[in-house]
């Protein structure tokens, strides 16, 4: 506790300030900090059942995403901890129920590194990390209910994503299929993404890297593909940017699938009657100007074509590893494009004309059908594919406006424009078109209109130890292929936690005899597990609904529960999480809808994407040693000042340029407010007295900040600017400073001006605030206290009438804000109405005007 030896006695006028105390968050800080962490229940959510303390309020879920246990907080975790921590304060003060929790996504890679690195097994180091970062939490003063915290890789957690694995195969949203990973021949294992670095593996650096083909688990996201799409419209309280990532991410295309038959020249021996070439086309309109097929290397007729083909296997094989290569570092955009030509023919069924094929390294055998018909005229890929290989350039789409026929190709325009030279469907719009053409592939059963996504179902399967195991066993007596489900009183299906994870053959799980083995739960008979684990990216898709009930030990939450609070009111993130997290978690919520355990459709109302902290004008990294530790600034300034210049230095949306100068500043500021607030707590009085004119002009710059801090919290979240509105007002007070100690501003006014004050301070500087309300005798907790309402009376600011005269006469009288300069004035008198009617058709020859008095105009 605080000695208050210096509360004065009576009145407002104070004492000298050498008996004042000094700003000391390092005593401040951790003294606040012990008596928070004593009381579970200041930031824990409110019951809402009838008779609860939160029944009849309104909900507010206020959600910063939970970090990866990495060890450290870093200034990004800073920044965006502040702004929800902010929200949250702001929000009880508003009188709601707030909902304010965190947790950790603590499956993941880095555990296995540092495992092999370092010797401590997975389960130790990332336990040992959540216990350092929610320490530093702690030391921030951040307001989280602890009692619900998540920690992903805990049985406890994970028995529910196996949980919800077994809902989904029940539904046949869970499935399996082969797929293509990256292999390791010297580890013998899947290599993670992040594991294979310039094409090869991590830890074997010449061991370059396959691409092989493993029966895989999925999730069945595209199922839902056009609701995720239709979604996003309603989405308004999200940022475009991010809707607009997903709308790219899912892709949708609306157009044709055509079949093109496959002729091998005649000589070849192995011609098979009917092979066909299936091509996914938007514009089947354009279909009269394709002059060539194109295939990825990895299609089933290219492959065909290089088992009959030595020089030209060698010629696709080479594409394939461009491909790859290019795949690997996420460079696929920018690939040069290259293609060879294969020799053969496939059949054009609208015009029967006969066209190459060619395999080329830019088109993917898992999007669309792999294969594509080149019309260069019409498409900027295709027109400079076949500039670079000389290939035939036929135009079949004009500009609907007469005499455009001149336009430079290619031209992609279908919006005016006809097609032209191509028999029976000449002179339509191309939209009629599209329509007409793909009804009558359908008709002739050659082709059928047709919708595909760049959206593909989730991949969940990975060859790793620290993540969820699925929950499925094998048995080779009933159905070696057909996997089983293991029964739901079974979960958890627990994660070994002994096991040596430094060796390289095979999947970790697949060497533990005691996990492997099981009986089969259809014959009893001896069974296998599943030896695959869950993407991490399933623990972070629903942990948001387990913090509403994260005891719950008989299911993943209690409905009621999770629609009371769903959906989140305010999300609150990076934005390189705008695709995978933010699609697959309105995936699971939908999947949730859909069990008929939550009733919202979407995760969260609204999303606030927080910009970067840079240092030096790049990213804070370890490699450019611009790294700026959280925990040295909160040594040197405290928490409050390091938490409210993230606010401060920028717009929370932009990137901000950290500035220890910056940090300092407003530590010095918190220093004054101290000062003044200790001198000034023992004011008191009734404010029933009519206001002077000193008090009017201190009541005024508080209800205006008022005011203006409200509106930032409703709107725009410009705290910067709220922050310096509260600079503003403390530099008010302190230029009052005299008035008050001479007993000019009455006691009761000094009163209400620092308890405002305190209170608007409250979401940004919580130990600090605190502290104050203490020392002004604030009643409860600050954090709970009514935040303060603006009188727009006494917020307007004042005016003042000036007499305008013409050639000396009274005319009229007009109102300016009190201080307003000459030009003001003089604009206002001008602009007078009956001013004007004065002096119209006159000239105005001179304009006096005397601040504050009077405006006299010469007129002739
Ligand atoms: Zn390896
Ligand atoms: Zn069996």
Request: charged share 25%; hydrophobic share 40%; aromatic share 10%.
């Amino acid at each position: 506790m605080p000695e208050n030896q210096n509360i004065p006695q009576a009145g407002t006028s104070v004492t000298s300030p050498q008996i004042e105390q000094r700003y000391a968050p390092s005593e401040i800080e951790p003294r606040w900090q012990a008596r928070w962490d004593a009381d579970a229940s200041l930031y824990a959510a409110e019951g809402h059942g009838v008779g609860e303390k939160g029944w009849g309020k309104p909900k507010y879920y206020c959600l910063e995403m939970l970090p990866y246990p990495s060890g450290a907080l870093h200034m990004g975790h800073v920044r965006n901890y502040a702004i929800g921590d902010a929200l949250a304060r702001h929000m009880w003060m508003r009188g709601y129920n707030v909902l304010h929790p965190m947790g950790w996504d603590a499956f993941g890679l880095p555990a296995e590194n540092a495992a092999l690195k370092n010797g401590v097994p997975p389960r130790e180091w990332t336990l040992g990390n959540v216990a350092a970062m929610k320490k530093q939490m702690r030391r921030m003063g951040l307001s989280y209910d602890w009692s619900t915290e998540v920690t992903t890789c805990l049985p406890d957690y994970y028995r529910w994503n196996q949980w919800f694995f077994l809902k989904m195969f029940e539904k046949g949203l869970a499935f399996r299929k082969k797929s293509k990973v990256n292999w390791c021949p010297e580890c013998q294992t899947v290599l993670a993404n992040e594991q294979v670095v310039g094409g090869c593996c991590w830890r074997h650096e010449d061991t370059v890297v396959e691409l092989r083909d493993l029966t895989q688990w999925f999730l069945r996201i595209t199922k839902y593909a056009d609701e995720l799409l239709e979604g996003l419209d309603k989405l308004e309280g999200w940022p475009e940017k991010v809707r607009t990532m997903q709308r790219n991410w899912i892709g949708r295309s609306e157009g044709a699938l055509v079949d093109f038959e496959v002729q091998r020249d005649s000589e070849s021996a192995s011609q098979r009657v009917g092979e066909k070439i299936a091509v996914f086309t938007t514009r089947v309109d354009t279909i009269f100007g394709a002059t060539s097929v194109q295939l990825a290397p990895e299609h089933a007729v290219a492959k065909a074509f290089a088992l009959e083909d030595d020089a030209l296997r060698v010629q696709i094989e080479g594409l394939l590893a461009e491909q790859q290569k290019a795949r690997e570092t996420d460079a696929l955009g920018a690939i040069e494009k290259h293609g060879v030509n294969t020799g053969r023919f496939a059949v054009n069924p609208f015009n029967g004309e006969r066209v190459p094929i060619w395999v080329a390294n830019y088109i993917l055998a898992d999007y669309g059908t792999g294969a594509i018909m080149s019309v260069p005229a019409h498409d900027e890929r295709d027109f400079e594919f076949a500039q670079k290989y000389g290939l035939p350039v036929r135009r079949v789409i004009v500009p609907a406006v007469a005499g455009a026929e001149e336009s430079v190709l290619p031209f992609t325009a279908e919006e005016d424009a006809v097609v032209v030279n191509s028999g029976e469907w000449s002179g339509l719009e191309c939209g009629v078109a599209q329509g007409k053409m793909a009804e009558f592939a359908k008709a002739k059963g050659f082709g059928t209109p047709t919708v595909t996504y760049r959206l593909k179902d989730w991949g969940v399967s990975r060859q790793r130890y620290w993540g969820t195991p699925i929950p499925m066993v094998y048995c080779d007596g009933c159905s070696p292929d057909e996997p089983m489900p293991v029964a739901e009183s079974e979960l958890p299906i627990l994660l070994p936690e002994q096991i040596d994870i430094t060796q390289t053959n095979g999947s970790p799980l697949g060497r533990v005899a005691e996990f492997v083995n099981t009986t089969c739960p259809k014959c009893g008979g001896p069974a296998r597990r599943e030896t695959d684990t869950m993407d991490t990216f399933v623990d972070s898709s629903w942990y948001f609904y387990r913090y509403t009930d994260a005891k719950n030990s008989r299911a993943p939450f209690d409905s009621d529960k999770a629609n009371y609070w769903f959906p989140i009111d305010q999300y609150i993130g990076g934005v390189e999480h705008a695709i995978l997290h933010l699609i697959y978690s309105r995936f699971w919520t939908k999947v949730m809808r859909d069990l008929g355990m939550v009733k919202n459709n979407e995760p969260a109302e609204r999303l606030f994407t927080q910009g970067m902290v840079i240092k030096d004008g790049a990213k804070m990294s370890k490699s450019k040693g611009n790294v700026v530790s959280p925990d040295d600034m909160i040594a040197r300034y405290g928490a409050d000042a390091t938490r409210m210049y993230a606010l401060f230095a920028a717009p929370p949306d932009r990137d901000l340029e950290w500035q220890e100068e910056g940090v300092a500043g407003i530590s010095r500021f918190l220093g004054k407010v101290y000062r003044l607030t200790t001198k000034y707590s023992a004011a008191a009085g009734s404010t029933e007295t009519a206001p002077t004119p000193k008090d009017q002009v201190l009541l005024r710059r508080l209800h205006q900040t008022i005011a203006k801090i409200t509106q930032d919290f409703d709107g725009r979240w410009h705290f910067n600017t709220s922050i310096s509105s509260i600079m503003i007002l403390v530099n008010e007070i302190a230029a009052n400073e005299a008035a008050m100690d001479d007993g000019e501003i009455s006691s009761a006014i000094v009163a209400e001006v620092f308890r405002g004050l305190i209170l608007l301070l409250a979401p940004f500087a919580p130990f600090f605030v605190a502290e104050m309300w203490e020392q002004i005798g604030g009643e409860g907790v600050v954090f709970r206290t009514q935040w303060p309402v603006v009188n727009e009376e006494l917020a307007r600011e004042d005016e003042i009438e000036i007499p305008v005269q013409v050639n000396g006469k009274l005319v009229n009288v007009v109102k300016v804000p009190a201080g307003s300069d000459e030009a003001v004035v003089r604009a206002a008198a001008l602009a007078d109405m009956k001013v004007m009617a004065r002096i119209e058709g006159k000239t105005v020859v001179k304009v006096i005007v005397v601040p504050g008095k009077l405006v006299n105009l010469v007129v002739k």
